[in-house]
Structure formats: structure tokens, C-alpha cells
Nanobody
Framework: QVQLVESGGGLVQSGGSLRLSCAASGDTFSSYAMGWFRQVLGKEREFVAGISKGGSITGYTDPVKGRFTISRDSRKNTVYLQMNSLKPEDTAVYYC???????????????????WGQGTQVTASS
């Protein structure tokens, strides 16, 4: 089993940047594909980005393509989400997720992920 802790959220102006971090512990990091999801109050949790176990494959939801970058650091057992050119519609609670099933670059449902962090708030104001 793996435990996930997100950090790095905050308040920024539209057009600004944030880098979210998700620290994994309790199990072998390389055994897990990793992902980022986000959720607004009253809305369904939605996929943002995913990365394969080896880090060679990444995938993004269309609204963030070209602006967000997911990466992982095996030495730090950490996955990152670099968010640039933030927009008000990016405002949400962002959750880190993990699964032992490999990620191949597709858009995926929250139900397909097994382990979750507690979330970190991202607010981009206009």
C-alpha cells in the first residue's frame, strides 16, 4: 500500500504558475502509475494528467495541454504537476492518485485509481 501527500497549492493571479508535489511512501514508487485529478464543489472529480510507471508516457486532458506538465522523480518518490498560464477555470482541489495498473496515456476515470492523497487547493483569480 502507498500513502500520498500533496503540497504546493495556493492562490495565484490568472497567468501565473504553481508546481504541485505528491510525495509517495510506504511502497515501491516505481510499481505505481501516477495521476492528477481535480474537483470543484458540486462537480465530479475529473482527470487532469497521468504518467506511466517508468515516466516515459504522459497524458493530459485537453483543457490543460500545453500548459501543465506531469513528471516524476524516482529518487524523491515524488510526482509533480507544473501548472503554467493558470486560468480561473483551473481553480479546484487537486488530488494525487496512484494505481498498480499501468497508465498508457489515456483519459481515465477516478474509479480506475486505487490510492488518493488528501488534496491541495489551487485558486487562480481573475
Amino acid at each position: 500500500q502507498v500513502q500520498l501527500v500533496e503540497s504546493g497549492g495556493g492562490l495565484v493571479q490568472s497567468g501565473g504558475s504553481l508546481r504541485l508535489s505528491c510525495a509517495a511512501s510506504g511502497d515501491t514508487f516505481s510499481s505505481y502509475a501516477m495521476g492528477w485529478f481535480r474537483q470543484v464543489l458540486g462537480k465530479e472529480r475529473e482527470f487532469v494528467a497521468g504518467i506511466s510507471k517508468g515516466g516515459s508516457i504522459t497524458g493530459y486532458t485537453d483543457p490543460v495541454k500545453g500548459r501543465f506538465t506531469i513528471s516524476r522523480d524516482s529518487r524523491k518518490n515524488t510526482v509533480y504537476l507544473q501548472m503554467n498560464s493558470l486560468k480561473p477555470e483551473d481553480t479546484a482541489v487537486y488530488y494525487c492518485a496512484a494505481r498498480k495498473t499501468q497508465y498508457y496515456g489515456d483519459t481515465t476515470s477516478p474509479s480506475e485509481w486505487d490510492y488518493w492523497g488528501q488534496g491541495t487547493q489551487v485558486t487562480a483569480s481573475s
